[in-house]
């Protein structure tokens, strides 16, 4: 396809396939896809060890990375945060509503050990320092969310020659990211699994192209409730260079989710897929539960907590919830939750990654042909 990200990525179907799971970026971009992964959660060590297991599964095919930089954070501006620091900041209150939630579902809480010097969620410095290593592997592309990239990434890009993209949920964010340098937006509609805004993928995607497009060139990716091939199409139609995607790969046999989300994807709605601050702070879509619920419309709910004291709060209890769901607690399940975006309504089974990558590719094709032949004379 002579789209410009296949030129840009050396693919041939610009099929971009976000995951925090190093089984499904390799499988995507062995399909012919490009996968990237999500390295919020790993440290320089681990990331190098997710590295080189995609180099050696990945058949030479290529594939990113992607951090999570914010520029709005409650600890900005503050020097070495580390993560015990910020459980000190955590309100009696807001700990007492966790635990007493969890216990009227027979789940206890347990606060996790970390180690005196680990940093913050979401630290600046530790995902640059992550980059630093994702360059000693052959990466084709680095991709940060939740603001501009600081200027040290936008220059390591160029340094290497790969492309910097960045997510954008509204058209003056994607204004300040072209004026910044990056190669790449990924502009994200509402319907999308995690961080997003409230303009659908419809309107943002002409709106942000429109509004940039006398500026520099810079192609455009479409996010957000993408699911198909024929989605695919349309993003297209509509002048994206291509798709990024996220919640489609998490109905795959590779993906990380449990046995207990995919059950509860399938059975989903795409009005279960709700805009909640109740797992990291910000505006983030995941599957309603009453975790959901709770924080969001509970009368003696404390109101969730900034980003990132937020994130520290369900790190634990969603740690809790799964492990008391996988041992059997009925109960449990109406806890269970994780990102997904509007699309899981679309969602009806679990499949392998590589056959959801053919089915982009297939369903691409019926809806080039559909259009065409109602063109036709
Ligand atoms: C489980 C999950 C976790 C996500 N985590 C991140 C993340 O850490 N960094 C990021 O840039 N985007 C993250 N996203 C957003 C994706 O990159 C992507 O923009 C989004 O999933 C696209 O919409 P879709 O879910 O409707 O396909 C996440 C999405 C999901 C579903």
Redesign the pocket.
């Given at each position: 396809m002579k789209s410009p990200i296949c030129a840009m990525l050396g693919i041939e179907f610009p099929l971009l396939a976000?995951?925090?799971c190093r089984d499904v970026v390799a499988a995507v971009s062995r399909a012919g896809g490009f996968g990237?992964l999500?390295?919020?959660v790993h440290s320089p060590k681990t990331i190098e060890q997710e590295l080189k297991w995609i180099d050696d599964h990945v058949d030479g095919r290529p594939y990113g990375v992607?951090?999570?930089i914010p520029e709005n954070i409650s600890t900005a501006g503050e020097k070495n945060v580390t993560w015990k620091s910020l459980e000190a900041r955590i309100s009696p209150e807001h700990l007492d509503f966790t635990r007493n939630l969890l216990k009227k579902y027979d789940i206890e809480l347990i606060t996790t050990n970390v180690a005196d010097n680990q940093p913050q969620p979401f630290d600046a410095q530790t995902a640059l320092d992550l980059l630093e290593v994702s360059f000693r592997h052959p990466i084709r592309l680095i991709?940060?969310?939740?603001g501009v990239p600081p200027k040290a990434m936008i220059e390591m890009g160029k340094a290497h020659g790969v492309p910097v993209a960045a997510?954008v949920g509204a058209k003056e964010h994607a204004l300040r990211q072209v004026a910044a340098g990056v190669d790449i937006l990924?502009v994200?509609?509402t319907?999308?699994?995690?961080?997003?805004g409230d303009v659908s993928t419809m309107v943002l995607v002409p709106e942000v192209i429109k509004a940039i497009q006398d500026i520099r060139d810079v192609p455009v990716l479409a996010?957000?409730?993408?699911?198909t091939g024929r989605q695919m199409a349309a993003c297209m139609a509509m002048g994206a260079a291509g798709v990024?995607?996220?919640?489609?790969?998490?109905a795959t046999v590779e993906s990380e989710t449990t046995e207990i989300f995919r059950e509860k994807m399938i059975a989903a709605s795409s009005r279960d897929a709700v805009r909640s601050r109740g797992r990291t702070g910000k505006p983030a879509?995941q599957l309603r539960s009453v975790w959901t619920d709770a924080w969001d419309k509970g009368a003696d709910s404390p109101g969730a907590l900034p980003m990132p004291l937020q994130s520290i709060i369900s790190r634990d209890a969603f740690n809790a919830i799964d492990r008391s769901a996988a041992a059997g607690n009925a109960r449990a399940r109406d806890l269970v939750s994780?990102?997904?975006?509007?699309?899981v309504g679309l969602i009806d089974s679990v499949k392998s990654a590589g056959a959801v990558v053919q089915e982009f590719k297939e369903d691409f094709a019926e809806a080039v042909e559909y259009i065409n032949a109602l063109v036709a004379e």
């Open positions: 976000f995951s925090h990237v999500g390295a919020t992607d951090v999570l991709a940060n969310a939740l997510l990924v994200q509609g319907e999308a699994g995690g961080h997003c996010a957000g409730g993408i699911m990024w995607t996220g919640s489609v790969w998490l879509r994780y990102f997904v975006g509007q699309g």
